[in-house]
């Protein structure tokens, strides 16, 4: 059940409730921490997927937000080393409806509790989280900040005011925290398998300039499956260094914030890429900074994108592709230049899913083809951005 937070003169709301989510309204949620013992503030969102809460949580692009599962059983196949999407988990917090089970899976390494604690991630559960799904459907993803102490001690009070005081996601560039520290090449290892878990790379007979806005592993691997060496550089990588690695095609990755925050220096770097006439593609926040570099506007919306389940409509091949998704602003289709055509939309709003330039090899798409976690129906993506390398090294000896 949903209330509205009391004006409390004590700190102590419960000895039984160790975790609270007090949301910018003042509008309160109790339940049982767990993870990390500490306090964080961030937007709380909700994600529709049934599996991959590892990917989920290690994906950079959840900087500045708590993730609130819509599934009710999160914690089941536990943690491993090999599902990460990050060395570094940039989450702000999490929330569960039921209690962490003891995993049960071949690969599992450690409790999902012992993992959040780890990397420092504040979670509560035991609440109701299909009614915070409803109030953030309704009201759009509010400010929040979510709280775990083994004492049940909250002053509300002060929860509220550090919640209001922050600052929110609209004109916050994230990407320069996420961003590599420094560029390295790419392991090399491939997408894992079954049989053989992750294989590495022989083959480099392409090289692929990322620029790391947030970018998630298994987008490297999936370029590693296509025989590509991979250079990730700083999103703040200026275009000249970047030419100077002469690559073949320049990727723009996911990440989190706002695009027109990043794009204050992003938009200089993209715009010499594409007069370098390079094959480019862009993801997620790649595909909205290339929107602006290319005279469109972004916008925040007021529920986002988040899950694996997303039917997405492909313009140009007219048939529909189950997408996994993860981004909180979109394009604003009446900004969109002559020169780009939308290539793909969701079936759920009409938000563009997709654009390209009509003159020159450059496509972007808002969701994430990877497939970790979600479905692989969009993987011919990547496919399609290494045929227009090679259509584009072709046109240059001829």
Not at 73 to 84: A, I, P, R, S, Y
Not at 126 to 138: E, Q
Request: glycine residues 8%; aromatic residues 8%; charged residues 20%.
């Amino acid at each position: 059940m949903i209330k509205k937070a009391k004006k409390i003169s004590s700190n102590k709301i419960s000895q039984i409730h160790t975790g609270v989510l007090v949301l910018e309204n003042k509008t309160i949620f109790k339940g049982v921490g767990i993870g990390y013992q500490g306090t964080a503030t961030g937007e709380v969102c909700f994600n529709t997927s049934l599996t991959g809460y590892q990917e989920i949580i290690s994906d950079p692009s959840y900087a500045g937000q708590i993730i609130n599962f819509t599934f009710p059983h999160v914690g089941n196949v536990g943690t491993n080393k090999e599902d990460l999407e990050s060395d570094k988990v940039w989450t702000k917090g999490v929330i569960f409806n039921s209690e962490i089970t003891n995993p049960s899976n071949y690969r599992s390494l450690a409790n999902l509790d012992l993992w959040l604690k780890k990397n420092k991630i504040v979670g509560i559960t035991g609440l109701d989280t299909r009614g915070l799904t409803n109030y953030i459907r309704d009201k759009g993803a509010p400010k929040g900040t979510i709280s775990f102490s083994s004492k049940g001690n909250f002053n509300i009070s002060k929860l509220a005011n550090i919640t209001t005081k922050w600052s929110g996601l609209n004109n916050l560039d994230l990407a320069e925290q996420v961003t590599t520290k420094k560029n390295y090449i790419w392991s090399g290892f491939k997408t894992w398998k079954k049989e053989t878990g992750y294989l590495k790379n022989k083959k480099n007979s392409l090289h692929v300039v990322a620029i790391d806005y947030g970018i998630k592993k298994n987008i490297l691997r999936y370029f590693s499956d296509l025989n590509c060496k991979v250079t990730v550089v700083s999103c703040k990588t200026s275009a000249k260094d970047i030419l100077k690695l002469k690559p073949n095609g320049i990727f723009l990755s996911n990440g989190p914030g706002d695009p027109a925050a990043t794009g204050k220096y992003a938009i200089g770097i993209i715009k010499e890429l594409v007069k370098n006439n390079l094959p480019i593609f862009g993801i997620c926040l790649g595909h909205q900074i290339l929107a602006l570099t290319l005279g469109a506007k972004t916008k925040k919306m007021k529920l986002g994108h988040r899950g694996a389940n997303h039917p997405v409509k492909n313009l140009i091949k007219d048939n529909v592709e189950i997408t996994s998704q993860n981004h909180g602003f979109e394009i604003v289709r009446a900004s969109l230049p002559k020169n780009i055509e939308v290539t793909h939309k969701s079936l759920f709003d009409n938000c563009i899913e997709g654009i390209k330039l009509k003159n020159k090899p450059v496509f972007s798409v808002q969701y994430h083809p990877e497939s970790n976690p979600g479905p692989q129906d969009s993987v011919y993506l990547f496919e399609e951005f290494i045929n227009n390398i090679k259509k584009n090294a072709k046109k240059k000896r001829s």
